[in-house]
């Protein structure tokens, strides 16, 4: 069992940073590839990133492709997203989840556990 809890969400600027963290508790963290998705109203949960158990091989949707970096560090166990040159359309609730094994990385419903999400909203 992993217990997942988002932090570091606000309200910034557009061109702005953010770095949000997910703290994981619970054992194994180090066995779990490690998600981040991010639900803006009315619309699906979507992929934003991945990251694989060792931190040594990454995923980025394309929408946030040189803007996001995914990082973790597993004596912290926590996981990261720096968002950098943020845009309105950044706009939403940014999940971490975590996955012990999956075929699709891109998909939601492949991941084990979820973190409560983080509020991000970009003004323009």
């Known amino acids: 069992q992993v217990q997942l809890v988002e932090s570091g969400g606000g309200l910034v600027q557009a061109g702005d940073s953010l770095r949000l963290s997910c703290a994981a508790s619970?054992?194994?963290?180090?066995?779990?590839?490690m998600g981040w998705f991010r639900q803006a109203p009315g619309k699906k949960r979507e992929f934003v990133a991945a990251i694989s158990w060792s931190g040594g091989y990454t995923l980025n949707a394309d929408s946030v492709k040189g803007r996001f970096t995914i990082s973790r560090d597993n004596a912290k166990n926590t996981v990261y997203l720096q968002m950098n040159s943020l845009k309105p359309e950044d706009t939403a609730v940014y999940y971490c989840?975590?996955?012990?094994?999956?075929?699709?990385?891109?998909?939601?419903?492949?991941?084990?556990?979820w973190g409560q999400g983080t509020q991000v909203t970009v003004s323009s």
């Open positions: 989840a975590a996955v012990s094994s999956a075929s699709d990385y891109y998909n939601a419903y492949e991941y084990d556990y």
């Open positions: 619970g054992r194994g963290f180090s066995d779990y590839a």
